[in-house]
């Protein structure tokens, strides 16, 4: 059988750990390509880079093989790898990450690991945003081993246009893991402060500080199931009407007025 | 009767005929303040600056009145203040805008201007984003009286937590308006491209190009109310969940395998 065609990409850049964990487990089953930011982006959302040129080269990941490494955000680096780096090639998944901190709650609307994931749907490939929930847990093996599990999955079962799945897997070993759950997007926001400080010229300076403000306690919501040591599939996609006020807000009777 | 607050952002930057337009009208009957970027941020979308500091200085607005200018993005600009510059003090409305093209269809994911009114509404605000449908069109006297319009309307009938209304305005005369559509967001995706080029020292550089390809043709939804010369006015949300697929998920009976 032809082995897929799977596109690798993520938001903290191409030397990461996590995309390297990822391009080493997928391989094994899948002919991989990885394009990805060539430094860190923190937060970056869904942003494209439409007033300036972007540009690419080629990386090396590990022996022998090499990738792609965009000056752009993960956005920029899924649409670049579709439209031209491979242009013409069928891509059957793509797969975002594996991230290093979860992208959960809140956080999905500030996560570029989630808009290559976007950007990839709106392109017409299934994709799956995979995230470690930790900054600092390094062992990107159990994420690695189920992401592995989860493409083979949708590459079988596949997802409907525009619909990506969200996968956040515990910092935790395998035998701490108590199973996997499916999840809607939880609540929770930041609560968060600007720190105010004074740089070496004393001109004034904010810098961004605080905590997730935990709003939900049903593992049927993402973070609370990361919480208790599930990993967490969540279908998330860009549609972003709220259908429940369609009917309240006809009832306004909005008319431009004269 | 005191007078409402209304925190005025947007994505074109703060110098922008737009916003200037919009705090032209709003101030008839607000307290208004004006923070913003201080320079253009196009498809920023809801990017957020966590890894470097902010600053924000004051910027003239127009005579005597002051408005403040933030080195970052649109949500950024929202967030620092609400947390910072305005802290403590209740903000009855956030509008954003008004922008210059159309924020409707795939584009709400890319959006500047709709991510300062989702920061606005993840803050607790009620929060409008207003755009008019043109680059080019430079009167923006029917959108910003129109924005002044559904902003009382809001201000009285208030909005569910976590909702916004997107507005987007024909860049057409009153006259020829033919009034207000509740809608949905429209499926209409972009047909894009990059094109490649040499720099002067002949290296290679990309451009995205590109034009929407049109997929609805049904006034419900927004990019189509528009070209058919009515205002849209479209509930958006930041609950990415897809709900309907939350069973289908269940019965793929995902689990971790040893």
């Known amino acids: 059988m032809k082995k897929p065609t799977i596109l690798i990409s993520n938001d903290d850049g191409i030397e990461s750990e996590g995309i390297k964990a990822l391009w080493r487990a997928i391989r094994k089953f899948a002919e991989v390509i990885v394009v990805a930011p060539n430094t860190q ?8 880079t439409v007033s300036s040129p972007v540009r690419y080269r080629k990386n090396l990941i590990d022996k022998n093989y090499y990738g792609y490494a965009v000056e752009g955000s993960p956005a920029d680096s899924v649409k670049l790898a579709v439209r031209n780096i491979l242009k013409g090639k069928k891509i059957d998944l793509l797969l975002s990450g594996i991230n290093h901190g979860a992208n959960t709650a809140i956080n999905i609307i500030y996560s570029g690991t989630v808009s290559a994931a976007t950007e990839g749907t709106i392109l017409g490939i299934p994709s799956i945003a995979v995230s470690l929930a930790s900054f600092t847990y390094n062992d990107f093996s159990v994420a690695a081993g ?66 997730m403000k935990i709003l939900d306690n049903d593992p049927d919501y993402d973070q609370t199931a990361i919480g208790e040591n599930y990993i967490s599939v969540t279908p998330v996609h860009y549609d972003l009407t709220n259908y ?5 807000l006809k009832s306004w009777d909005l008319k431009l007025k004269k």
């Open 41 to 48: 982006q923190s937060a970056v959302g869904h942003s494209i």
């Open 146 to 211: 189920f992401a592995s599990q989860i493409a083979k999955t949708v590459l079988k079962k596949g997802l409907p246009l525009g619909t990506l799945l969200n996968v956040n897997i515990p910092a935790k070993s395998r035998e701490e893991i108590n199973g996997v759950l499916i999840t809607k997007q939880g609540k929770s926001v930041w609560d968060d402060h600007y720190e105010q400080r004074l740089d070496p010229n004393k001109r004034e300076y904010f810098w961004l500080s605080g905590k």
């Open 244 to 248: 429940a006020l369609l009917d309240e």
